[in-house]
Nanobody, 116 residues
Framework: QVQLVESGGGSVQPGGSLRLACAVSRDIRTFILMGWYRQDPGKQRELVATINRGGWANYRDSVKDRFTISRDNDKNTVYLQMNSLKPEDTAAYYC??????????WGQGTQVIVSS
């Protein structure tokens, strides 16, 4: 069973930064797509950023130029660097992985709170 374990969440003031990490129990090169989603209570889960095996990244418009997704294949870890955080970025952030066979995996989530 594949496990995705997020870390790095916390509370930060507006304008601050956090770096999320997603440690995966399997070689991440076996996944065709990895990414981060977020969800606020009462709202739908939304895509934040994805990165494919070739390193091509995709972002939702509201985080472009503020967030950066990256991957370290040697450490089987995917990161989300979040800068210039805004209160509307407050949510639970979930790591996501999609295999060659279209199996999808999720982490348990890590909470991010942006508040003054």
């Amino acid at each position: 069973q594949v496990q995705l374990v997020e870390s790095g969440g916390g509370s930060v003031q507006p304008g601050g930064s956090l770096r999320l990490a997603c440690a995966v129990s399997r070689d991440i090169r076996t996944f065709i797509l990895m990414g981060w989603y977020r969800q606020d209570p009462g709202k739908q889960r939304e895509l934040v950023a994805t990165i494919n095996r070739g390193g091509w990244a995709n972002y939702r418009d509201s985080v472009k130029d503020r967030f950066t997704i990256s991957r370290d294949n040697d450490k089987n870890t995917v990161y989300l660097q979040m800068n210039s955080l805004k209160p509307e970025d407050t949510a639970a952030y979930y790591c996501y992985a999609k295999s060659l066979y279209n199996h999808e995996y999720w982490g348990q989530g890590t909470q991010v709170i942006v508040s003054s």
